[in-house]
């Protein structure tokens, strides 16, 4: 019996380990004011790490000038904000271990003093723009993003959680989020999805768009919310391309080695394009866990030492072929695939004394290996029927999956896939204009 109850005892000490490693989660809520002390509507707001100004999260302000991060962990961050003609303000922030709810003083910002001597137009597109129906992310402009995953935009992004135990993706508090690439509906198991965004280099994306008012001609679906990931394609005749690495190693995260080169070749009707992008991340955990337990005459002690190595190695590539038909017609063939491993190597010790004398000592071992490896081909049709209306048909083959825990498609999936039709003024039921 008293075994039975040293080993429970060592078992609730194992999930106590695991939610240490998890820092605590703090909320960060502030304003912002102009300097006549109005409410400042979608200005920029940052989340920046205070040691290297890496980028954590970021948001827009709403009409009333609030501004909130939430599942921030413990550390020093700096706050900037920003907004056309005015100066940029960054304010020091360290939330407190015991401070769950952190209420900052309102940022006051103040315009820009300039001495008109020549006229020079210039325009940079800020990381987030606010549209009617959508928050839009601009990547490509912000150096903030080099080396980052498409899924760790996702995560910093005003709005969005991502919680990569379950596989979920949850924006404005609900789940069921569609996503779409290049404004195609992706057909993918929400597992299988959130492992290509894991391995879905920064350097070959153009703009995220958050739609959380979907216009009519989307289907109805998407309930929760669209998240439409729109990737570079370059429009220059002849062959170019672009090229990135990446290369770091955290203090405690280990290695992180990154690259990717997307290439594009147009000559007369025909376009050849593909992307290949790689990342590996080696991070590792050391926790310590001490407990003491006096009861009369008998003092319990419990020393615990968890070590977890992990590793995540993910390839994303893609290549296509697009035919100009005719002047208003568009033929296209895409192949695309991803190939994921998630490992871990953890090692749980736990020491256990009674009034100061060794009494258990208990060691478990958990290795993982999670290969995950995804490809699909997509069959594509456009005809544009008017300056502003066009019709797109896809035909996919369903994406197969030849290891890992993500379910394949229903029979009843795979049809809808077979002929979805999607378009941005037209649709199989017949015309339909956009409300929004």
């Excluded at 991060?69 to 413990?74: I, L, R």
């Excluded at 992706?186 to 350097?203: C, D, F, K």
Aim: hydrophobic residues 40%.
């Amino acid at each position: 019996m008293r075994k039975a109850a040293r080993f429970l005892a060592a078992s609730v000490l194992v999930v106590c380990v695991s939610a240490t490693i998890c820092q605590a989660q703090h909320t960060i809520r502030g304003s912002v004011l102009d300097d006549k002390k109005n409410p400042l509507s979608e200005a920029s707001v940052l989340l920046l790490q205070a040691k290297d100004s890496a980028l954590v999260k970021g948001s827009l302000t709403t009409k009333s000038g609030q501004f909130a991060f939430d599942q921030v962990a413990t550390g020093n961050y700096l706050v900037q904000v920003s907004y056309s003609g005015f100066k940029n303000v960054y304010q020091p922030v360290s939330p407190a271990n015991a401070t769950e709810n952190l209420q900052l003083p309102a940022i006051t910002v103040s315009e820009k003093e300039s001495v008109l001597q020549a006229v020079t137009v210039s325009a940079k597109k800020p990381l987030f723009e606010q549209q009617i129906d959508r928050m839009v992310i601009n990547v490509a402009s912000s150096i903030t993003n080099a080396g980052s995953t498409a899924l760790d935009i996702l995560m910093r992004s005003p709005g969005i959680v991502v919680n990569q135990q379950n596989n979920t993706i949850s924006m404005s508090g609900k789940e069921g989020v569609s996503v779409m690439l290049n404004g195609k509906l992706s057909r993918m198991p929400i597992e299988a999805l959130v492992q290509m965004l894991a391995g879905m280099s920064s350097a070959n994306i153009e703009k995220i768009e958050l739609i959380t008012t979907p216009p009519a001609n989307f289907d109805a679906e998407g309930n929760a919310g669209f998240i439409n990931i729109v990737l570079k394609k370059n429009m220059n005749d002849g062959t170019n391309g672009s090229l990135s690495a990446t290369a770091g190693y955290g203090l405690k995260g280990g290695p992180v080695t990154g690259g990717s080169i997307n290439l594009n070749h147009r000559v007369a009707r025909w376009n050849i394009f593909g992307d290949y992008s790689f990342f590996r991340f080696e991070p590792s955990v050391d926790a310590r866990l001490y407990r003491k337990v006096m009861n009369g005459a008998v003092t319990t002690e419990n020393e615990m030492h968890s070590r977890r190595e992990d590793f995540r190695r993910n390839h994303n590539a893609r290549i296509g072929l697009d035919f100009e038909a005719g002047r208003k017609t568009i033929v296209g063939l895409l192949l695309s695939g991803f190939s994921n491993m998630y490992g871990m190597e953890a090692v749980n010790r736990t020491f256990m004394y009674a009034n100061s004398v060794l009494d258990t000592v208990m060691q478990i071992d958990n290795p993982e290996r999670h290969p995950l490896n995804n490809y699909s081909i997509n069959l594509n049709w456009q005809q544009q029927l008017t300056a502003d209306d066009r019709l797109t048909v896809n035909v996919d083959r369903p994406p197969t999956i030849t290891s890992g825990s993500a379910k394949l498609p229903t029979w009843r999936e795979v049809l809808n896939q077979l002929f979805q039709t999607s378009s941005t003024m037209y649709g199989w039921k017949g015309v339909r204009k956009p409300t929004g």
